[in-house]
């Protein structure tokens, strides 16, 4: 008598619950593939770049960037591809829009928001170094395989994130010939960006994993 083949994505010892996790986790993500998903979520991505990354907020000796983890975010779930054109193309946009707008800071208690602070002299440098920096965490699609249901997963990609956002200063900073200045704002910049990565990050990408989640049920 001839042995049933076993289901596909299964087997015969594997519970029927776990043949769809199993058939999932066995298909491979294409992260350099360009589809109606990517470019739709550049058409999102890059105007919410760009708007954000007109603002500064500070407190204190803390200087974040809130467009910075906007980057991040659309890097990791949706490839290098998206990365490099929500960081190079939305970086322009702001660019454009800095110099079209007039500049002003709003005082919130001990929080200062600091609107229209892009850089007019260093355009090109914060265009190409956001397109990498984008471009970099696009690449931990490779290794987490977009599955930021597990916490794996999102440990790896913030782990990347922080050490794209530490590659992105210095090369901004090296390219508009403030590298001597690395140590002054390593704090206030650098590790405040680090750290404000780190944790808001993995909020997306659990509220993103969420909504994928039930979209799936639905």
Same mark, same amino acid.
């Given at each position: 008598?001839?042995?049933?083949?076993?289901?596909?994505?299964?087997?015969?010892?594997?519970?029927?619950?776990?043949?769809?996790?199993?058939?999932?986790?066995?298909?491979?993500?294409?992260?350099?593939?360009?589809?109606?998903?990517?470019?739709?979520?550049?058409?999102?991505?890059?105007?919410?770049?760009?708007?954000?990354?007109?603002? &500064?907020?500070? *407190?204190? $000796? #803390?200087? @974040? %960037?809130?467009?910075?983890?906007? !980057? =991040?975010?659309?890097?990791?779930?949706?490839?290098?591809?998206?990365?490099?054109?929500?960081?190079?193309?939305?970086?322009?946009?702001?660019?454009?829009?800095?110099?079209?707008?007039?500049?002003?800071?709003?005082?919130?208690?001990?929080?200062?928001?600091?609107?229209?602070?892009?850089?007019?002299?260093?355009?090109?440098?914060?265009?190409?170094?956001?397109?990498?920096?984008?471009?970099?965490?696009?690449?931990?699609?490779?290794?987490?395989?977009?599955?930021?249901?597990?916490?794996?997963?999102?440990? &790896?990609?913030? *782990?990347? $994130? #922080?050490? @794209? %956002?530490?590659?992105?200063?210095? !090369? =901004?900073?090296?390219?508009?010939?403030?590298?001597?200045?690395?140590?002054?704002?390593?704090?206030?910049?650098?590790?405040?960006?680090?750290?404000?990565?780190?944790?808001?990050?993995?909020?997306?990408?659990?509220?993103?994993?969420?909504?994928?989640?039930?979209?799936?049920?639905?």
């Amino acid at each position: 008598m001839n042995t049933p083949a076993p289901l596909t994505g299964g087997s015969l010892t594997t519970p029927p619950e776990r043949w769809q996790e199993a058939g999932e986790s066995a298909k491979k993500i294409s992260v350099w593939r360009i589809g109606k998903r990517q470019w739709l979520a550049m058409l999102v991505g890059i105007p919410l770049f760009g708007i954000l990354n007109l603002f &500064l907020v500070t *407190s204190g $000796s #803390v200087y @974040v %960037v809130p467009a910075l983890v906007v !980057l =991040l975010f659309f890097g990791c779930v949706y490839g290098p591809w998206v990365g490099l054109g929500v960081g190079g193309v939305g970086s322009l946009i702001a660019s454009l829009l800095a110099s079209l707008l007039p500049r002003d800071l709003v005082h919130l208690g001990g929080l200062y928001i600091e609107f229209g602070f892009v850089s007019r002299l260093y355009v090109l440098q914060d265009m190409w170094t956001l397109a990498l920096a984008g471009f970099l965490a696009g690449l931990s699609l490779q290794i987490t395989k977009g599955r930021y249901h597990k916490r794996r997963a999102i440990v &790896l990609a913030d *782990s990347i $994130s #922080v050490g @794209v %956002v530490l590659v992105y200063w210095f !090369l =901004l900073l090296l390219s508009s010939g403030g590298l001597p200045y690395f140590g002054k704002i390593l704090g206030p910049y650098v590790i405040s960006s680090m750290v404000y990565s780190l944790l808001i990050l993995p909020v997306m990408l659990l509220i993103y994993a969420r909504i994928v989640k039930n979209r799936k049920r639905a």
